[in-house]
C-alpha cells in the first residue's frame, strides 16, 4: 500500500464544473503539500497545510489530521488549470502522491 | 528574489559518460532537496543536502552524488549514465530545520536525455 494515495488518477470535466481530489496518507507529518504540474515539467507548490483550510483565489485545500485524508477543490474550474495536481506529504522529505491528471474542456 | 533556479535546463549525454546539475537555492533557504521525474511518472527522491553534508537519500546507486556548497547551492552527479537515467531533474529548497519551514519551492527542473 502506498504511502500517500489520491483519488481518482484521472478526471475529465467541462468549465465550470467543481472539481474535488482527494489524498489520503498513512504516515506521520509535519506538513501536507498540494502542486501543480503542468505539461513541460514545472513544479509550483499551491498548498502547504499542517491543519485547516487554506484558499487561494478559486482553490480551496483542506486537511483532517485525525483522519488522514485532505481535499483539493477548485471552483469555476477553467481550461487554464488543466495539469497534474500532486499530493505530497512532509516527513522530512516528500512523500508523492502518484498525482491527479485533471483535464477541462472548454 | 530569483527563486529556485537549476542548470541547464537541457542537457544530452551518451552512455557512460558523467553529467553535473546545479541548483541555487531560495534566498533564505538551507536545504536542497533532488528528485528524478521520468517521463510519465511521479517524482522520486534521491537526497537532501543541509549543512553541506547528505542527511537523507532515497533508493538511489552511487552513481548518483552530491554535494552542497557554503553558500547552500547544490549539485546533483551522476556517472556512467544509462539510459534509464534520462528523466526530469528537480530540485527543490526549503528551511525546515533551521526555521521549521516546510514550504517547498522547486526549481524548474533539468531535462536529460541519455542516448
Known amino acids: 500500500k502506498n504511502e500517500v494515495e489520491q483519488s481518482p488518477q484521472n478526471l475529465t470535466a467541462q468549465e465550470g464544473e467543481f472539481i474535488t481530489i482527494n489524498c489520503s496518507y498513512s504516515v506521520g507529518i509535519s506538513a501536507l503539500h498540494w502542486l501543480q504540474q503542468h505539461p513541460g515539467g514545472g513544479i509550483v507548490s499551491l498548498f502547504m497545510?499542517?491543519?485547516?483550510?487554506k484558499k487561494h483565489g478559486r482553490l480551496i485545500a483542506t486537511i483532517n489530521i485525525q483522519e488522514k485524508h485532505s481535499s483539493l477543490h477548485i471552483t469555476a474550474s477553467h481550461p487554464r488549470d488543466s495539469a497534474v495536481y500532486i499530493c505530497?506529504?512532509?516527513?522530512?522529505?516528500?512523500?508523492w502522491g502518484a498525482g491527479t491528471k485533471l483535464i477541462i474542456k472548454p | 528574489d530569483a527563486g529556485v533556479t537549476q542548470s541547464p535546463t537541457h542537457l544530452i549525454k551518451t552512455r557512460g559518460q558523467q553529467v553535473t546539475l546545479r541548483c541555487s537555492p531560495k534566498?533564505?533557504?538551507?536545504?536542497v532537496s533532488w528528485y528524478q521525474q521520468a517521463l510519465g511518472q511521479g517524482p522520486q527522491f534521491i537526497f537532501q543536502y543541509y549543512e553541506e553534508e547528505e542527511r537523507q537519500r532515497g533508493n538511489f546507486p552511487d552513481r548518483f552524488s552530491g554535494h552542497q556548497f557554503p553558500n547552500y547551492s547544490s549539485e546533483l552527479n551522476v556517472n556512467a549514465l544509462l539510459l534509464g537515467d534520462s528523466a526530469l531533474y528537480l530540485c527543490?529548497?526549503?528551511?525546515?530545520?533551521?526555521?521549521?519551514?516546510?514550504?517547498?519551492?522547486f526549481g524548474p527542473g533539468t531535462r536529460l536525455t541519455v542516448t
Open positions: 534566498s533564505g533557504h538551507d536545504t
Open positions: 505530497a506529504v512532509w516527513d522530512y522529505q516528500l512523500i
Open positions: 497545510l499542517s491543519s485547516g483550510k
Open positions: 527543490a529548497s526549503s528551511s525546515p530545520w533551521t526555521s521549521g519551514t516546510y514550504e517547498q519551492y
